[in-house]
T-cell receptor, first 111, second 114 residues
């Protein structure tokens, strides 16, 4: 029972590089989320999706892009990595906004 | 501006005693609230939730209380156990408005001492 799977678990990027953080869920959830957690801080919502083909900005969307072409996948794209994007990224999914099941996280360092 | 606030960054409690974690919110449109628990190097895991039509929800050792007029909720853990040591996040959503966003507070680190 995989749940929410995030890849990679760790990544080091150079400033200006781009990458995609992958997120897949096998629970047929409509709602999916991307959060970032900076050291000593809470979870800040980057983007969310209420279903395939529908995405919306959260609190801190700048520097990121998402797509939701299928129910299962919700990749997060960083186009021009900056040191301020060093963080732990969590993907989550749920049947409704009343729940969220989280992945294990991706620890990203931009140097 | 923070919509969900957890003003205590940390809390230390003796094993067997009660732990009370607090959360305040500013958005009156929030109508569903959740508590999550997070261990280091893991994703948050769901603990307990409450709808705005209730003022209390209980699940084993965990009880969440909601005071809508004060825009305040609290999580009570009784009795506290060393395994409860983790960071606890409060989250809120506008379920009735079918909004998709789930907003989290900054978390409170609970330490339960044996």
């Amino acid at each position: 029972n995989a749940g929410v799977t995030q890849t990679p678990k760790f990544r080091i990027l150079k400033i200006g590089q781009s990458m995609t953080l992958q997120c897949a869920q096998d629970m047929n959830h409509n709602y999916m989320y991307w959060y970032r957690q900076d050291p000593g801080m809470g979870l800040k919502l980057i983007y969310y999706s209420v279903g395939a083909g529908i995405t919306d900005k959260g609190e801190v969307p700048n520097g990121y892009n998402v797509s939701r072409s299928t129910t299962e996948d919700f990749p997060l794209r960083l186009e021009l990595a900056a040191p301020s994007q060093t963080s732990v990224y969590f993907c989550a999914s749920g049947k409704a906004v009343t729940e969220a099941f989280f992945g294990q996280g991706t620890r990203l360092t931009v140097v | 501006d923070q919509q969900v606030k957890q003003n205590s960054p940390s809390l230390s409690v003796q094993e067997g005693r009660i732990s009370i974690l607090n959360c305040d919110y500013t958005n009156s449109m929030f109508d569903y609230f959740l508590w999550y628990k997070k261990y280091p190097a893991e994703g948050p895991t769901f603990l307990i939730s409450i709808s705005s039509i209730k003022d209390k929800n209980e699940d084993g050792r965990f009880t969440v209380f909601l005071n809508k007029s004060a825009k305040h909720l609290s999580l009570h853990i009784v009795p506290s156990q060393p395994g409860d040591s983790a960071v606890y996040f409060c989250a809120a959503s506008n379920y009735g408005g079918s909004q998709g966003n789930l907003i989290f507070g900054k978390g409170t680190k609970l330490s339960v001492k044996p």
